[in-house]
């Protein structure tokens, strides 16, 4: 049984709820504001109350719309958009060490811009470096109940919300070792490799899904 947590995008949800369901039945696309605490108890709460068995792995994608400004240029309001998603996560993180069970997996989403700030991005670097903070404490917090935290931190990745010019992206380019931007399933192939048995002494850790990205 798993769920699938989404904010607006009703028809990307349900694509994903059908292509996970290829591989188990028990599925189920449920929407929810990340960063709203209420909401992501609710979705912690369902599977106890419905499967009667709590999560296995949580997995923590969501982030708002990221605002790139200078620090002299950042308004108050864009700043505030992008730390309420990270109360989001902060409170959807106390759902997952109470709703996670023994010796299950937690796993991050952060940013290469938490290592590496770049012009204008400032306040969006603070943001995911919290996250990351945040990880590495819980990771000591539930080392007793042998549940795993840990951080994937993607480089430049090429989706939709890539928006850059392209001299910037030739620039990242020529930056990687392997000549290319990331894709999807490289930071998905990282994430699972988290959730293998063969991982779980691993805890409290940023892997840098880059492409080793200089």
């Known amino acids: ?45 369902f599977l106890p109350k419905n499967f009667g068995e709590e999560a296995d792995i949580y997995i923590a994608n969501a982030f708002a719309e990221a605002v790139f400004a200078p620090t002299a240029l950042m308004t108050e309001d864009g700043y505030d958009r992008m730390f309420a998603a990270v109360k989001g996560h902060y409170f959807a993180l106390q759902q997952a060490a109470t709703h996670v069970r023994e010796g299950g997996r937690i796993i991050i989403l952060s940013s290469g811009a938490a290592a590496m700030p770049g012009f204008a991005s400032g306040a969006y670097s603070g943001a995911k470096s919290a996250l990351e903070k945040f990880a590495i404490s819980l990771a000591k917090e539930l080392g007793s109940k042998r549940i795993s935290v840990n951080v994937v931190s993607p480089g430049v990745t090429e989706t939709e919300g890539l928006v850059a010019p392209q001299e910037m992206v030739q620039a990242l380019v020529a930056q990687t070792p392997f000549g290319r931007l990331g894709k999807p399933e490289d930071v998905a192939g990282a994430v699972l490799a988290l959730c293998l048995p063969e991982t779980a002494w691993i805890t409290g850790q940023v892997i840098q899904a880059n492409g080793g990205i200089l």
């Open 1 to 45: 049984m798993g769920s699938v947590n989404y904010n607006s995008n009703t028809d990307a949800a349900k694509t994903t709820e059908a292509e996970v369901k290829q591989f188990g039945p028990y599925v189920v696309a449920m929407q929810a504001d990340a960063s709203n605490a209420n909401a992501m108890k609710s979705v912690f709460e």
